[in-house]
């Protein structure tokens, strides 16, 4: 129990010298003109220097850990107030558009339609000709022909000729 009570009141006075460095800190900040949390903790600090006896080591259990979340929030508030500043110099660059996939809601897919493209031809179709009717890229062409002779959708007449597989 003493070994508790003594490491307790180590952290105690760790924490109580933390306070006073982040106070000094708050006010070198409100000399510089920025805004600083009001200095309430030198009284907290105060407090967990009282000597220590069993109901009163689990109060500076929770003393501790209440200046530890107030350090800890003191020293995150810097930084968001940085990065906000850094994304705010981020926006203002100007944003280069770039065109965006198509978005099916429900609507029939690339594949239905190129699908659909080859079934009502009756002597096949070209690649070509699914590329000017579809509006689509040679790639994305391919990539549809490819997954379409894989399901066994379609099958090749000749090079580039395709038509609707037979059942």
């Given at each position: 129990m003493k070994d508790v009570q003594k490491k307790l009141k180590a952290i105690s006075t760790t924490l109580s010298s933390l306070v006073k460095?982040?106070?000094?800190?708050?006010?070198?900040?409100?000399?510089?003109?920025g805004k600083?949390?009001?200095a309430k903790k030198a009284k907290a600090a105060k407090k967990a220097?009282?000597?220590?006896?069993?109901?009163?080591?689990?109060?500076k259990a929770k003393a501790p850990a209440k200046k530890a979340k107030a350090v800890a929030k003191k020293s995150k508030a810097a930084p968001k107030k940085k990065a906000a500043?850094?994304?705010a110099?981020?926006?203002?660059?100007?944003?280069i558009a770039k065109p965006k996939a198509p978005v099916n809601a429900g609507g029939p897919t690339m594949l239905d339609s190129i699908l659909g493209m080859i079934s009502r031809s009756r002597s096949g179709i070209t690649v070509e000709r699914l590329k000017?009717?579809?509006?689509?890229e040679a790639r994305q062409v391919s990539n549809a022909l490819y997954k379409l002779t894989q399901k066994g959708k379609i099958e090749t007449l000749s090079r580039g000729l395709y038509v609707k597989k037979k059942k």
């Open positions: 460095q982040m106070e000094k800190m708050a006010e070198a900040i409100e000399k510089e003109g600083a949390a009001p220097k009282a000597p220590a006896k069993k109901a009163k080591a689990a109060k500043k850094k994304k110099a981020k926006k203002k660059a100007p944003a000017k009717r579809a509006g689509l």
